[in-house]
Nanobody
Framework: QVQLVESGGGLVQAGDSLTLSCEYS????????MGWFRQAPGKERELVVAISRDGGNTDYADSVKGRFTISRDNAKNMVYLQMSSLKPEDTAVYYC?????????????????WGQGSQVTVTA
């Protein structure tokens, strides 16, 4: 059974930085591409960024390019999301997700496992 646990969310001011962590437990972490999604109140869940199994490929949403960085440590079964220059519009619940799909996907459907979510609130 795969489990994902996010941590690191919180309340910050615009311009601040924050790092989210996702701990993966279960069968081989390196067999999964990973994604960070977010969902703001009244909005659909959207992909923030995805990373391939070996970390060699990434796919960022245009809204976060240049500000957010995803990384993974396959030895520690961890994936991270470093967020900088945060804006109020980044406020959302952030979810870590795992997929065995070979391809990076911006859709939520291919992701098999999800964390419980971590709230990030950015004040102006």
């Amino acid at each position: 059974q795969v489990q994902l646990v996010e941590s690191g969310g919180g309340l910050v001011q615009a311009g601040d930085s924050l790092t989210l962590s996702c701990e993966y437990s279960g069968r081989a972490f390196s067999s999964n591409a990973m994604g960070w999604f977010r969902q703001a109140p009244g909005k659909e869940r959207e992909l923030v960024v995805a990373i391939s199994r070996d970390g060699g490929n990434t796919d960022y949403a245009d809204s976060v390019k240049g500000r957010f960085t995803i990384s993974r440590d396959n030895a520690k079964n961890m994936v991270y999301l470093q967020m900088s220059s945060l804006k109020p519009e980044d406020t959302a619940v952030y979810y870590c997700a795992a997929t065995t799909s070979l391809w990076l996907s911006r859709a939520a459907a291919p992701y098999d496992y999800w964390g419980q979510g971590s709230q990030v609130t950015v004040t102006a």
